[in-house]
């Protein structure tokens, strides 16, 4: 296999295996909610996109400059800030003693952002296979 296919091989890996990790995280995060009520929770770490294991590959050199121009990769990147920002409300609600408005935007707002998530990866997996 040629070097850039080897590459876009790569790429669609990290996708699935992003996917994957933030259908993990997600299930967590009820937890999280409950986490926070005991004040064990730090919000920034979770606001922060470049901090979990795809946020550091978004924003880190496996990329090329070229990608990093493609609406693809701003779509994703954009979604996966709002997912964070969105995962970061959820907490500071449960944490101010608000569970139940805290579940409410969980398992509203907060699944279907990472719905649109999953689908804009699995569209940029589509992308990198079909070139």
């Not at 990290?14 to 004040?39: C, F, T, Y």
Request: glycine share 6%; net charge negative; hydrophobic share 40%.
């Amino acid at each position: 296999m040629c070097p850039t296919g080897g590459v876009q091989v790569n790429k669609v890996r990290d996708i699935e295996e992003a996917i994957a990790s933030h259908a993990v995280w997600m299930s967590e995060m009820r937890q999280a909610v409950l986490d926070a009520r005991l004040g064990s929770i730090e919000v920034e770490d979770i606001r922060a996109e470049d901090r979990c294991q795809f946020g550091r590959w978004l924003t880190g050199p496996l990329l090329t400059p070229e990608d990093r121009e493609t609406d693809i990769y701003r779509e994703v990147r954009r979604l996966h800030a709002e997912f964070h920002e969105l995962a970061a409300q959820i907490v500071e609600k449960a944490a101010r003693g608000q569970t139940v408005d805290a579940y409410a935007l969980l398992y509203g707002e907060y699944v279907t952002m990472s719905g649109r998530l999953a689908l804009s990866l699995r569209a940029w997996q589509e992308r990198l296979l079909n070139g």
